[in-house]
């Protein structure tokens, strides 16, 4: 008990500070910049979607959000990567956090087109009544009264109706969704139906 002071001190009252990584060289250093980016990126991306309540969007018409991160991060960064453009770094900063943001269930893309067209899953109004429709419809039959509809039946019923490249992450944030709005209710953890 007596050293506990002196560990407080030593220790926790100290700033954090990142370990740097002197073993790993460029790369390690350029990996752990990259992940960095790449949550700036996705955590801009949100808070963009979510603040002008965007349905749909094409990856250029996003573009512009991440041109502030790459010129800051290449600012930072001293050795800035040979040969490798600004646009370049856009893309491929773009290509990741929208891959990222798909497997969240934050966006999905209805049809696979070359005209990539990405819905936002919380504001995709098409979406909402799909699934509203499925709940209303099916737990009037006597398989699905009482407990409501299972997660995987609504996907299943999605996907025929509404998309086929809808995935269980982006039906499980629009229920999410749906639920805090208050216009469906869930009767067990993966069992749903409609007010």
């Given at each position: ?12 009252d100290?700033?954090f ?36 309540e965007?349905?749909r969007?094409?990856p ?16 930072e ?24 943001l ?6 999905f ?20 009544t ?6 209303r419809?099916?737990?009037?039959r ?12 609504i ?16 039906l499980?944030?629009?229920l ?20």
């Amino acid at each position: 008990m007596l050293e506990m002071p002196q560990l407080y001190r030593k220790c926790y009252d100290q700033p954090f500070q990142m370990p740097r990584d002197d073993l790993g060289g460029t790369e390690a250093g350029g990996s752990s910049h990259f992940h960095c980016l790449l949550s700036r990126s996705v955590l801009a991306l949100k808070e963009f979607l979510l603040e002008k309540e965007v349905a749909r969007f094409r990856p250029y018409d996003v573009e512009f959000l991440l041109h502030p991160l790459i010129q800051s991060s290449s600012a930072e960064q001293e050795t800035d990567q040979p040969g490798t453009s600004i646009a370049t770094q856009i893309r491929k900063l773009l290509k990741e956090t929208l891959s990222i943001l798909q497997d969240e269930g934050q966006i999905f893309r209805k049809m696979r087109t070359p005209d990539e067209v990405y819905n936002v899953t919380e504001q995709d109004k098409d979406l909402h009544t799909a699934i509203k429709d499925v709940l209303r419809e099916d737990t009037k039959r006597e398989k699905y009264a009482e407990k409501g509809c299972h997660v995987l039946h609504i996907l299943s019923s999605l996907r025929q109706r509404y998309s086929q490249n809808l995935s269980r992450e982006v039906l499980e944030v629009a229920l999410t969704f749906l639920e805090c709005n208050s216009d469906i209710i869930s009767t067990t953890e993966a069992h749903y139906t409609v007010l």
